[in-house]
């Protein structure tokens, strides 16, 4: 498991617990990855706060721990790898850290992917940073196509080894996009990306639609204000967000010890292509630890476009079209 924020009360403590003991009891070998909480001041995303206890508690039950250092660069993964190697492997992966927070009151997505392929390739990504814990070193590793049982197409891309891959097959997807785009996204500052949507949203002839977290949006705003080289990406996302009428979640602003209810998913729809993973579509989660799963296939796709039409509903967004 590798996990950016770690952070369990109550309930959900006690279930994820008696998982992980159980496990251990029955001879699975438990290896547990967090990002070593810090206090630096950055907005997005928001610092972790590492339930120390409860890390000790898995300690002492068995699990394997290692911290890794969060500074200058984030251990921002949020996946978990059962049984790489088997019939059994599967993948669980998304927005989603563990926090009651995560599991309650911010908008979040996961999936589960059974592959085998898909399953070794994240093993892989997971056993590098469990030996070499340095974040910038990471994720070097190129994952080609392959097939599910049912004969959707999934691609891994990791961070930072191939942000530069990622945010320009993203770049290339919205580009070149002939139906949809939907995005979902804390924030939007990847250049690549932006730049990219302004021009699409620029030229009317896609349905573009979205939702992003507002209080985050301005945070990064103000930032870029200060410094010259950024006032296009200010002009190219209020070209976007007042083209296409985005939702934006008013969240509570980070504080320690606040209430967590950001806009968190992470999810980029273009026709039939699905991006989804721990990356915000943002700069600093270039140099991240991240993970993104490619996913070609309508079906998901559709469900996918109906989740963010729906949560952009909410945040003042275009209304969900009747089917």
């Given amino acids: 498991m590798a996990i950016y924020d770690l952070r369990l009360e109550a309930s959900p403590s006690a279930t994820v617990f008696n998982s992980f003991q159980a496990a251990v009891k029955r001879g699975v070998a438990v290896r547990l990855m967090f990002n070593q909480d810090h206090a630096q001041a950055i907005p997005v995303p928001p610092p972790p706060e590492i339930d120390w206890a ?68 994240f093993a892989a990504n997971f056993e590098g940073l469990w030996e070499k814990p340095i974040v910038a070193i990471s994720g070097r590793m190129s994952s080609p196509w392959s097939s599910l049982a049912d004969g959707t ?16 097959a993203m770049s290339r997807s919205i580009a070149s996009a002939e139906k949809r785009i939907r ?36 945070e990064v705003q103000h930032q870029w204000a200060s410094q010259g080289g950024a006032a296009w990406k200010i002009a190219a996302f209020h070209s976007i967000t007042t083209a296409v009428r985005f939702g934006g979640k008013r969240s509570t602003p980070y504080a320690k010890g606040s209430v967590h209810d950001f806009m ?26 991240e993970n993104v799963i490619q996913i070609e296939s309508a079906e998901v796709a559709d469900l996918c476009a109906a989740y963010i039409d729906t949560v952009a509903a909410r945040y003042g967004g275009a209304p969900v079209r009747a089917a």
């Fill in 153 to 168: 197409r999934v691609r891994p891309y990791f961070c930072p080894g191939r942000s530069l891959k990622l945010v320009h």
């Fill in 54 to 121: 409860f890390v000790d508690q898995l300690r002492a039950a068995g699990v394997q721990i290692k911290p890794v250092p969060g500074v200058p660069d984030l251990m921002h993964h949020k996946y978990v790898v059962r049984d790489a190697g088997s019939a059994e492997a599967a993948l669980l992966t998304g927005s989603t850290n563990w926090t009651n927070d995560s599991w309650n009151r911010e908008e979040n997505v996961m999936f589960t992917i059974a592959s085998g392929d898909v399953a070794a390739d």
């Fill in 264 to 289: 968190h998913a992470k999810i980029l729809v273009a026709d039939d292509y699905v991006y989804a993973g721990s990356f915000n579509l943002s700069h600093s989660g270039e140099s991240n630890a």
């Fill in 183 to 218: 995005i979902c996204s804390p924030v939007i500052t990847s250049g690549p990306i932006l730049g990219t949507l302004a021009e699409v949203t620029a030229q009317h002839k896609v349905d573009i639609a979205g939702v992003y977290d507002a209080t985050q949006m301005d």
